[in-house]
């Protein structure tokens, strides 16, 4: 199975919230799995990244979460400004082939 | 670092014509080159990897002949897209992944196609 399953769909926070989008997949023999913001008209942009033998990892206000049991993982933004409002994609690598989730589009009211 | 560049950025043909898009990587060198393709609001899908010098390996239901790629050197890959139709309007975004067993894959800014 090569599906990424990302939720939810839309999520609206207030600035200072923590968003959390999830995404799970079936394939274990994905080996990476970044995640991406992308702005209207814009190519996507890394914005963190963990390997299977990492159950999370934090860059800045970005943080993922990852449960290699249930083959789930998820990011957090920490103190969310209007500026992350953006689609977020995650994905999942195998053979260097990324598969995307669906995509969360994400509205951070001032 | 870690710069990918696509040119144009967004162009308009007749139906029937055919597109040239290309994808730089400008301040490191990719073996590897993907190209992608995006729908209004929906995510993107793998249409194909190119390795430098060698054939590209499109995925289940592309067209290799309509979605002609060439990846020519270590900073360049283009995608053709021949014989255009008003379907094959779409966002076409590359990556590159730099050489040395890198997992990460850098993103152009994507080029937008619509086909009259």
């Known amino acids: 199975q090569q599906q990424v399953k990302q939720s939810p769909q839309s999520l609206i926070v207030q600035k200072g919230g923590i968003p959390i989008i999830n995404c799970a997949y079936e394939?274990?023999?994905?080996?990476?799995f970044p995640w991406y913001q992308q702005f209207p008209g814009k190519g996507p942009a890394l914005l963190i990244a963990i390997r299977p033998d990492v159950s999370e990892k934090k860059e800045g206000r970005f943080t993922i979460s990852f449960n290699k049991s249930a083959k789930q993982f998820s990011l957090h933004i920490m103190d969310s400004q209007p500026g992350d409002s953006a689609t977020y994609f995650c994905a999942a690598s195998f053979l260097s082939r990324l598969t995307f989730g669906e995509g969360t589009q994400l509205t951070v009211n001032p | 670092g870690a710069v990918v560049s696509q040119h144009p950025s967004w162009v308009i043909c007749k139906s029937g014509t055919s597109v040239k898009i290309e994808c730089r990587s400008l301040d490191f060198q990719a073996t590897t080159m993907f190209w992608y393709r995006q729908f209004p609001k929906q995510s993107l899908m793998l249409m194909a990897t190119s390795n430098e010098g060698s054939k590209a390996t499109y995925e289940q239901g592309v067209e290799k002949d309509k979605f002609l790629i060439n990846h020519a050197s270590l900073t360049l890959s283009t995608l053709t897209v021949t014989s255009a139709h008003p379907e094959d309007s779409s966002f076409y975004i590359c990556?590159?992944?730099?050489?040395?067993?890198?997992?990460?894959?850098?993103f152009g800014p994507g080029t937008r196609l619509t086909v009259t």
């Open positions: 990556s590159a992944r730099a050489s040395g067993g890198s997992y990460e894959q850098y």
């Open positions: 394939n274990t023999a994905f080996d990476y």
